[in-house]
């Protein structure tokens, strides 16, 4: 993940549900490791810029699995297929649920809404479930997207400085603002997300 990130900072390819998972074969993250990206219907692009620190994470997925061999690049047993399917199809529920069924909403590459700046800008944001069609399980994967979402932002809000100036560290965190963020969680208890609580107590 962090690789297509910065693939996509870098302005390399446009980043949703769909194109994450398109990179899920164990074929495009060799051709990662070995600092080249695969793109769609385009010419592959050198990431030999990147730092170490990017692709070192998902090189050392690779020498971890079981039975690979980096020398049989595109040619690994299939014991290494195997292995890497039990990862892959832990998430191939819920990114087909996201680039599929709501692939109208969340499958798109420039995104107009914002979490940090509905947020911090106290603007109205109102998401709907459907509770009566879909399955507890994918209405709670629905849920605990959208939470977790908000958690990140949150997290991010709380900032990573502890020295410098006072009006720099502490007045301008959004923690100080004059009024609170509102945030109503209608029936909470169907897509709870472990560690939501620490949210209202870091407010």
């Known amino acids: 993940?962090?690789?297509l990130v910065a693939s996509r900072d870098a302005g390399y390819i446009l980043?949703?549900?769909n194109t994450i998972r398109n990179y899920f074969g164990l074929e495009k993250l060799e051709e990662m490791a070995d600092k080249i990206l695969v793109r769609e219907n385009q010419e592959s692009v050198s990431l030999a810029e990147f730092p170490s620190v990017v692709?070192?994470?998902m090189i050392n997925y690779l020498n971890n699995l079981p039975g690979y061999i980096k020398e049989k690049k595109g040619k690994q047993s299939s014991q290494v297929y195997e292995q890497h399917g039990y990862i892959t199809m832990q998430l191939t529920r819920v990114f087909s649920s996201l680039a599929d069924t709501y692939g109208h909403i969340i499958r798109t590459n420039l995104?107009?809404?914002?979490?940090?700046d509905v947020v911090l800008n106290r603007r109205i944001l109102v998401v709907l479930l459907p509770a009566l069609e879909k399955s507890p399980d994918e209405l709670a994967n629905l849920g605990k997207i959208i939470i977790?979402?908000?958690k990140t932002m949150m997290a991010s809000g709380l900032g990573d400085e502890v020295e410098g100036m006072y009006s720099k560290v502490i007045e301008r965190k959004p923690t100080n603002a004059r009024s609170p963020f509102l945030c109503i969680l209608d029936e909470y208890g169907?897509?709870?997300v472990p560690g939501?609580?620490?949210v209202p107590a870091q407010a």
């Not at 995104?111 to 940090?116: A, F, G, H, K, Q």
């Open 1 to 3: 993940m962090r690789v």
């Open 15 to 17: 980043l949703d549900a």
């Open 55 to 57: 692709l070192e994470p």
């Open 111 to 116: 995104p107009e809404v914002d979490l940090r």
């Open 148 to 150: 977790a979402s908000l």
């Open 190 to 192: 169907y897509y709870a």
């Open 196 to 198: 939501f609580a620490v």
